[in-house]
């Protein structure tokens, strides 16, 4: 059996888990906005939360390092920070307030007491969606391996099925499930309102299932072959949404799942050998869609004239004005507004810097590079103590597809999405959480 019922030692606690992902990955494919969605998964996530910590998940939490406990308190820290009531002598001296200042002063609340953040309201909000995927993290701490992959496979089978629906959106146009109403209904969506989103996503459910794939299957050739089916149908699936980075990460996932997952048992001459025939595959599928290709790869000509350069020039000038404290959490849509140029504007608003890098120092500044830091820290750390000759399953799937959210986040937004929120924090509780004896 590939998952025996007597290695499930917390039925409950996994039933739970698969049921706030299911809701997670299905309702959580569009940005944090507050709605009847949201609500859902808040309740999920709460009762998630509560069972975790009565199975034991703080026990496992305090097991954590130092560096990892700091950077995880460090997310909640910041934004509690920034609500905080200050006197107007502090508040009134912060960078980039004049606008607000000036309000202030017609309305009679000089003399108030504010916090950092333009709207604590909102930021309080955007500090409540880090619920969703904290119920996750702590879950994934206490579940075993057995039941980590359980997991796992959850993942993979959403993403089956949400390529199925994104089929059947891709050939009506987006007439059919039109769950957001998106400007890109006619790719291949899924569960997702961002063809870009649903890229990844496919690309994080093949590095989970050629992981999984090698490390189930004891005959090498069998995991390979199965390893190249699961390959063709997901890079097929991304090829349809037009995803640039979508296509990019599914051949990036391959790439690195195998690889990593080969390294321990096989000589490089048999790795570069099996790698340039996937490449002589690649080489063939892409040949064989023909026109929905050619279409992506004309997406990639056209990156210099994607309106993302204009909106990444103008806001660094906005970090610059409201640094080192920043606007507070969720507010970059009216400061962005205060201060875009009228040579950029268009018919659709800019909801997001489509470069959370950006857009964290822009809203927290100095708290936000702390959170970077302490990020890039706590990864590197535990790439350190990782040997990459015993590196396989869902930890070499986690590594991997944590590289691809932090690449894909240079460029856009996926954690703002609860679906792949749900994913990364699946990923970073099985990078982070302490060796057992079952690896």
């Known amino acids: 059996m590939l998952f025996p019922r007597r290695e499930i030692k917390s039925p409950i606690l996994l039933g739970m888990t698969i049921a706030t992902l299911m809701a997670l990955i299905i309702l959580g494919g569009a940005p944090n906005v507050p709605g009847w969605q949201s609500s859902v998964m808040m309740v999920f996530s709460a009762a998630l939360i509560a069972s975790a910590f009565y199975f034991g998940s703080f026990a496992e939490f305090s097991k954590l390092g130092l560096l990892q406990k700091t950077f995880l308190f460090s997310l909640i820290l910041v934004p509690l920070i920034q609500v905080i009531p200050l006197p107007p002598s502090i508040w009134q001296s912060f960078p980039g307030r004049s606008l607000e200042n000036e309000i202030f002063q017609l309305v009679g609340a000089a003399d108030q007491w504010h916090s950092i953040s333009l709207n604590p309201a909102e930021t309080l909000f955007v500090l409540a969606t880090l619920t969703p995927a904290a119920a996750i993290f702590l879950a994934i701490l206490k579940l075993n391996i057995v039941e980590r992959r359980v997991v796992a496979s959850v993942v993979i089978l959403l993403a089956l099925v949400s390529v199925i629906i994104g089929l059947f959106q891709f050939s009506t146009g987006g007439e059919t499930f039109n769950f957001y109403n998106s400007s890109h209904k006619q790719f291949l969506l899924g569960f997702f309102a961002n063809r870009n989103h649903q890229g990844l996503y496919i690309a994080s459910a093949l590095a989970l299932t050629i992981s999984l794939t090698f490390r189930l299957s004891e005959n090498r050739t069998i995991a390979l072959t199965f390893s190249g089916l699961a390959t063709f149908f997901f890079i097929g699936a991304a090829i349809a949404t037009t995803s640039r980075a979508g296509l990019s990460f599914a051949i990036l996932a391959a790439f690195l799942t195998v690889l990593i997952n080969m390294w321990s048992n096989d000589k ?172």
Not at 283 to 311: C, H, K, M, N, P
Not at 406 to 426: E, G
């Open 268 to 439: 490089s001459g048999r790795i570069i050998a099996i790698l340039a025939v996937s490449a002589i595959a690649f080489f063939l599928l892409f040949q064989s869609i023909g026109a929905v290709f050619g279409d992506v790869l004309e997406r990639y000509s056209t990156i210099s004239d994607d309106s993302r350069w204009d909106i990444w020039v103008q806001s660094g000038t906005i970090i610059q004005n409201y640094f080192p404290w920043g606007s507070g959490l969720g507010t970059f849509v009216p400061v962005y507004q205060q201060s875009e140029p009228l040579e950029f504007i268009q018919p659709t608003f800019v909801n997001h810097v489509h470069n959370d890098y950006y857009e964290l120092i822009l809203e927290t500044g100095i708290g936000g590079i702390a959170i970077l830091a302490l990020f890039v820290a706590t990864l590197g750390q535990a790439v350190a103590k990782s040997q990459l000759s015993k590196l396989s399953g869902t930890k070499a799937a986690a590594f991997v597809i944590v590289l691809m959210v932090a690449l894909h986040s240079i460029v856009d937004y996926p954690l703002r999405t609860q679906a792949m929120a749900a994913v990364f924090a699946f990923c970073l509780a099985v990078i982070f959480r302490p060796k057992s004896k079952k690896t």
